[in-house]
């Protein structure tokens, strides 16, 4: 089974800084999928950027970006200029390729982003 | 459409009590998943419906849980005799995995469920 770990419970960055969550994860495959989800207070959780493992080239959204290390099973977000609503909850998560496995996602405990003034 | 629509928002019930949930899915999404959120945790995997067939289902969805999605549209989760360990948020996430429409999971705003 498939296990995502964040070691992060809080974070604090001030608002125009550059802050990295940190996740990592266990898997015995070679291909799958892995995510950093946003859940914002009392609102639904958005997908903010997505990474196939396939893929060499580390993902970017717009201020996001990810730090995908296969090898370490290492998969870290980078949140640039921080702004006052990229506060919330963040969860990394991991789907396996395999459509047979329902596509269902593994999520790690979150780490909460605060941004300060 | 507006996205994965919940209802309701928030429920508290009795020891004892049976509750449902429902979840409506963005209308072309043929997949659709229910997972549970305790406070603190992220969320957990409940069960998985492809159209109308209940695919997938964890090891965690007691027998006092049952899911169903008639016709492939909406989705109902009930709990029946609910506990007190039964109090979380209950997220519903659709997504497509037809060939002219891939998406990723959508998530709706949850059911927070409170058992007093």
């Known amino acids: 089974a498939q296990t995502v770990t964040q070691s992060q419970p809080e974070m604090s960055v001030q608002e125009a800084e550059t802050v990295t969550l940190s996740c990592t994860y266990d898997t015995s495959e070679s291909d799958y999928y892995l995510f950093w989800y946003k859940q914002p207070p009392s609102r639904q959780m958005i997908l903010v950027i997505r990474?196939?493992?396939?893929?060499?080239q580390n993902a970017t959204e717009n201020r996001f970006s990810v730090n995908f290390q296969k090898a370490a099973k290492s998969f870290s977000l980078k949140i640039s200029d921080s702004q006052l609503g990229d506060a919330a909850m963040y969860f990394c998560a991991y789907r396996s390729h395999d459509t047979g496995t329902a596509s269902k996602l593994t999520f790690g405990t979150g780490t909460r982003l605060q941004v300060t003034l | 459409d507006t996205g994965v629509s919940q209802d309701p928002r928030h429920k508290i019930t009795k020891r004892g009590q049976n509750v449902t949930f429902r979840c409506d899915p963005i209308s072309e999404h043929n997949r659709l998943y229910w997972y549970r959120q305790t406070l603190g945790q992220g969320p957990e995997f409940l069960t998985y419906?492809?159209?109308?067939?209940?695919?997938?289902k964890s090891r965690l969805l007691s027998d006092r849980f049952s899911a169903e999605r008639p016709k492939g549209s909406f989705s109902t989760l009930e709990i029946q005799r609910t506990e007190q360990g039964d109090s979380a948020m209950y997220l519903c996430?659709?997504?497509?995995?037809?060939?002219?429409?891939?998406?990723?999971?959508?998530f709706g705003q949850g059911t927070r469920l409170t058992v007093v």
């Open positions: 419906f492809q159209n109308e067939a209940q695919l997938e």
């Open positions: 990474q196939e493992a396939y893929k060499q």
């Open positions: 996430a659709s997504s497509s995995a037809r060939e002219a429409l891939n998406t990723e999971a959508f």
